[in-house]
């Protein structure tokens, strides 16, 4: 069987507003159809370049971290973020309610 020249789809774990884990995804291209956002800024937010895009926040899954169906609704993600030994910035909840909350009156436009 020869080289793909795709690259292998990378997990992605999405949290809340509310910086709690709500979802985990197969892809990038899976988060997007989920909540609706820009895969191109999805992807920013799991490698770091912005904090985060439509309300939530994004991460790779990290191949040595074991996520379990438990840790749905439960795994902050500054744990998650320091589990992977990553160092983040984070909006307060009241600044993502009112990033959601700006992209939902966009869409309604």
Do not use: W
């Not at 509310?18 to 920013?44: K, P, Y």
């Not at 991460?59 to 840790?71: A, F, K, N, Q, T």
């Not at 589990?83 to 909006?91: D, Q, V």
Request: glycine share 8%.
């Amino acid at each position: 069987m020869g080289k793909s020249i795709y690259k292998k789809a990378k997990h992605v774990l999405v949290f809340n507003g509310a910086q709690v884990l709500i979802a985990i995804v197969r892809s990038l291209r899976s988060a997007s159809e989920l909540t609706g956002g820009n895969t191109q800024a999805i992807s920013f937010v799991c490698t770091g370049k912005y904090i985060s895009t439509g309300g939530f926040y994004f991460r790779h899954l990290h191949p040595d971290i074991l996520i379990e169906i438990s840790d749905l609704n439960t795994l902050k993600i500054q744990e998650y973020d320091k589990m992977c030994g990553e160092e983040r910035k984070y909006h307060t909840i009241r600044e993502m309610a009112k990033l959601r909350n700006e992209q939902i009156k966009r869409i309604r436009r």
